[in-house]
């Protein structure tokens, strides 16, 4: 749906008051469809960035946003991400605390093994980046679970206010 950035601190706000409880996190599907700001796509979601930090520090709360990859970067879903590889990314890289990539090294293989997400810390204001999480992949529920080489695999369990972890295998 069209989503002003403008009016996300006020939706918040109207939330926490409706539901008598203070948002922790906000999160935004995709980038692309909020809309705010004016000139080219790069200044639109340089713009959009900005707002997203305002809105974080405004309600007290943790924003996750998704974006693209650019087309020239990753675009096969396999290949590993920098911190340049997001479309129109040079304010989301210059405003992010924390800025995460994920692909699929193994995407083509149909071994169940190979099933692997990798979430890459592209950016870490507060600690260390560059660094790479591998994750299992479910292609069938497109849930992603944390992998324990020598145990198994970690399944997270949705419940009734969050999740929990489980070990399997």
Same mark, same amino acid.
């Given at each position: ?10 939706? #918040? ?19 692309? $469809? ?34 693209? #990859? ?12 920098? *911190? ?14 924390? #800025? ?20 890459? *810390? ?10 790479? *999480?591998?994750?299992? $992949? ?14 198994? #695999? ?5 419940? $009734?206010?969050?999740? $929990? ?5």
């Amino acid at each position: 749906s069209d989503i002003n950035i403008d009016d996300i601190p006020a939706i #918040v706000a109207n939330i926490e008051t409706q539901r008598q409880t203070k948002i922790k996190i906000v999160a935004i599907d995709y980038l692309g $469809f909020v809309k705010g700001g004016q000139g080219s796509r790069y200044e639109r979601v340089s713009y959009i960035a900005e707002k997203l930090k305002d809105t974080a520090k405004k309600t007290n709360s943790v924003v996750i946003c998704l974006a693209q #990859v650019s087309r020239q970067e990753g675009a096969k879903g396999n290949e590993d991400l920098e *911190i340049t590889s997001g479309k129109d990314s040079g304010s989301i890289e210059n405003t992010g605390d924390l #800025v995460l990539g994920m692909y699929r090294p193994n995407k083509k293989s149909q071994k169940e093994e190979d099933n692997v997400i990798r979430i890459k *810390i592209l950016k870490n204001r507060k600690g260390k980046d560059n660094i790479a *999480i591998d994750c299992y $992949f479910d292609k069938d529920t497109l849930r992603i679970s944390e992998m324990d080489y020598g145990q198994g #695999v970690l399944q997270a369990k949705e419940t $009734f206010g969050g999740t $929990f972890v489980e070990r399997t295998g």
